[in-house]
């Protein structure tokens, strides 16, 4: 039975999982009050317990309303009463002895370095109000490449053991805080360098003590294991990647703690207290970003850039298993580029690469139930589906979000607009949504 105890007091889940598997506390208030992490409480954007808004705009059931200084892509995280945000601002202040962007060669998608100091910011807000409560500049430096229009340079969501807060800003440092915002550690791994210094996004993953950071890069990529309260190295494991976005999955199986990892060689697990490799597969395709999910004790890791892979890898495997009947089932078309699926009640949806084309598949055998079907209003998306109470969010990078029946057959039951621009994925937390916009942090709920 896979057991999955870095869910955080969660006592329903779409499978059966073992009592013991959750850590002691008020387990009933729990699923509606927390999304620790990137891809909400179970780490594939169902939220057990929670009831959001099915209709909303910029005149109803909008809670509160707040402007984010800066830039920035991560999801925002929440821990009871309290949301964390991530931001990077430009203060303007030139380095001198860099280039002005005006005199850099020309580099692909018109990315340019940057010759000013940034501050990466932690910001915690009051969940029902949206008031800041505290603000910490995690470090002020000139990032060392720069991104992609669609990036920015706090992509990585922050993660929470309830306890201590963990802000990863890649190449510009990991900082812990306790949730009054005091600075616990920090830890600089160095700096990587991503394909065409597109930059970087992967998420921070805690479980059970450790802090695990995937990078995956053009010089020598790695997976580093940290102890979570001092910030010290336990292990780390070379990895022969290219640069790759996807953030882990932590998942127990029979008796040994995985960590999953999806990348464009393979996709690959690690036994959490050794680094040992577990198993691999080959046959994913370009500039891996969509997370690694679990089902019935099947590791689902699919890609979809010049390309599509969908591979269902059971978690008892061993070794190199590219091309072998280990692998359960697996699909070649329909796959997303950016987006991450959503597992939800034994189905899999996700959209192919970042259109509005939407899939739902039988989590169990690959079987297609809802193959490539046309998203009304929605054209493109980077925003990953999230679902609770029967119903699917989909958000537009237009501001247009789509509520649909969870089910087998695409049913819209509301189309919604906001006056911003999306590419962070949803926050579903008790009867509340929260949206990060290009400039705005939305709360949507009932009034």
Not at 386 to 411: H, W
Request: overall charge negative; glycine content about 10%; proline content about 6%.
């Amino acid at each position: 039975m896979t057991r999955w105890r870095c869910l955080w007091g969660i006592p329903i889940i779409v499978m059966m999982v073992a009592a013991d598997a959750l850590p002691a506390g008020d387990l009933e208030s729990q699923p509606a009050g927390n999304w620790h992490q990137w891809r909400g409480p179970l780490a594939n954007g169902f939220a057990p317990g929670a009831d959001p808004p099915l209709t909303w705009s910029e005149e109803q059931n909008i809670r509160w309303k707040i402007s984010i200084s800066g830039q920035g892509n991560s999801t925002p995280i929440v821990w009871q009463d309290r949301l964390f945000v991530l931001t990077t601002v430009d203060t303007g202040r030139v380095e001198g002895s860099l280039p002005q962007p005006q005199d850099q060669p020309e580099r692909p998608f018109g990315i340019v370095f940057p010759n000013t100091f940034h501050r990466y910011e932690v910001i915690c807000l009051d969940r029902q109000t949206g008031r800041e409560l505290w603000r910490r500049t995690a470090v002020e430096r000139v990032p060392h490449e720069g991104h992609h229009g669609d990036n920015s340079f706090a992509s990585s969501s922050p993660t929470t053991d309830g306890e201590r807060l963990y802000a990863w800003f890649g190449s510009a440092g990991c900082y812990c805080y306790d949730l009054s915002g005091e600075l616990l550690w920090s830890k600089d791994l160095g700096q990587v360098e991503t394909r065409r210094s597109f930059g970087e996004g992967a998420s921070p993953v805690v479980h059970d003590g450790r802090l695990i950071l995937v990078r995956d890069q053009e010089g020598p990529s790695s997976i580093v294991v940290l102890n979570a309260r001092t910030g010290d190295e336990l292990w780390r494991a070379d990895r022969d990647e290219p640069t790759a976005w996807a953030t882990p999955y932590v998942v127990e199986h029979d008796g040994r703690t995985q960590v999953i990892t999806n990348a464009t060689n393979r996709s690959r697990s690690y036994d959490l207290e050794s680094g040992e490799l577990l198993w691999e597969c080959g046959g994913q395709v370009t500039n891996v970003i969509p997370s690694p999910v679990v089902f019935n004790d099947r590791a689902l890791c699919m890609s979809g850039y010049r390309g599509s892979a969908l591979f269902a890898i059971p978690l008892d495997a061993r070794g190199d298993v590219t091309g072998t009947q280990t692998v359960t089932w697996s699909l070649e078309r329909g796959t997303p580029y950016v987006p991450s699926p959503l597992l939800y009640d034994g189905r899999l949806y996700f959209n192919q690469t970042n259109e509005g084309i939407f899939s739902c598949v039988d989590a169990e055998t690959g079987r297609q139930l809802m193959e490539r079907t046309r998203l009304p209003g929605i054209r493109a998306l980077y925003a990953s589906p999230v679902g609770a109470a029967g119903r699917i969010y989909l958000v537009g990078r237009d501001g247009t979000s789509l509520v649909l029946q969870a089910g087998t057959e695409l049913n819209v039951m509301a189309t919604n607009r906001l006056d911003d621009r999306f590419d962070a994925s949803p926050a579903l937390v008790g009867n509340e949504i929260f949206l990060r916009g290009k400039q705005n942090l939305y709360c949507i709920g009932p009034q």
